[in-house]
């Protein structure tokens, strides 16, 4: 991606290939000027202070839950419940694509 902040066709199928999504010669446009948008929106961020504002991992105040030693999870999938939607598996483990170049 280009460091001015205005993304190219090739930018645009970067980034639908790191997301393993297929895009029309037609549409590159359309998702060009919107991720430009989506991109200049967030940058808007930059103009907010945050001097006060604690540093955080997540905004919600969610927590993890624990069970006690020895409880039994009764809503914990099985091995086999959770890849049974699975698109491939292999010795019981889920296999994607590689993401990474």
Known sequence: MSKTGDLTKKDVLHIAKLANLQIQDANIEMYRTQLEETINYVENLDELDTTNVEPTSHS??????????????????????????????????????RIME
């Open 60 to 97: 919600t105040r969610l927590s993890n839950i624990y069970f006690e030693d020895g409880t039994k999870n009764s809503r914990q999938f099985t091995q086999k419940e959770a890849l049974q939607n699975a698109k491939s598996t292999k010795k019981s483990m889920f296999v994607v694509k």
